[in-house]
């Protein structure tokens, strides 16, 4: 079993800036990749970013590992309205289980 937690949602004006962070125990050397998803009410859940690359906001959103490697962070920049949801921290093992933490809300509004 894995367990994510994330943290570093808010409020931020457009144009502004925020970090998430995403911290995993439990059977972490079982992880085989992490990303981040973010979902709005009545849509599906999209795919941001991955460690191993691929994602939907490419230029403005950087992920990043952190050194101890059960953390993994994402950095967004540049940010608009619509970038508004709850952003999810996944993590796939090599069983391909996909594990959900309980996400965090960002919201850019002036």
């Known amino acids: 079993q894995v367990q994510l937690v994330e943290s570093g949602g808010g409020l931020v004006q457009p144009g502004g800036s925020l970090r998430l962070s995403c911290t995993a125990s439990g059977n972490i050397f079982s992880i085989n990749a992490m990303g981040w998803y973010r979902q709005a009410p009545g849509k599906q859940r999209e795919l941001v970013a991955t460690?191993?690359?691929?994602?939907s906001v490419k230029g403005r959103f950087t992920i990043s590992r952190g050194n101890a490697k059960n953390t993994v962070y994402l950095q967004m920049d540049s940010l608009k309205p619509e970038d508004t949801n709850v952003y999810y921290c996944n993590a796939v093992d090599i069983y391909g289980i996909n594990y959900w933490g309980k996400g965090t809300l960002v919201t850019v509004s002036s």
């Open positions: 460690i191993t690359g691929g994602g």
